[in-house]
């Protein structure tokens, strides 16, 4: 036991926290707070809703262009009543 006590990296250990070295003792909570490091769970949900919630406008977007295609590709729309619906679909997309 008293060569384990004597091993040069016990004593460093042991001394480093009994003499209160710099960084001994001091954890997330004790001395400056969790930093900025707090905000990178909450950066990354941010970024994981904003990508869910802009691919569902865009896919929504679309998909209203593409029904009034296929049905241009149909022949149930002419080309003069195609280009005015594609026009009132895309001047009001957000």
Do not use: C, N, Q
């Not at 710099?22 to 990178?40: F, K, N, Q």
Request: aromatic share 10%.
């Amino acid at each position: 036991m008293d060569a384990l006590l004597s091993h040069p990296f016990t004593t460093s250990i042991t001394t480093s926290l009994t003499t209160g070295a710099p960084g001994a003792g001091y954890g997330p909570w004790h001395g400056g707070g969790p930093g900025p490091w707090l905000l990178v769970p909450l950066l990354f949900w941010v970024l994981v809703i904003g990508a869910v919630v802009f691919t569902v406008r865009r896919h929504r977007s679309r998909s209203a262009e593409h029904v009034l295609r296929e049905a241009f590709a149909r022949g149930e729309v002419d080309e003069e009543g195609y280009r005015a619906r594609l026009a009132v679909l895309r001047s009001t997309r957000k």
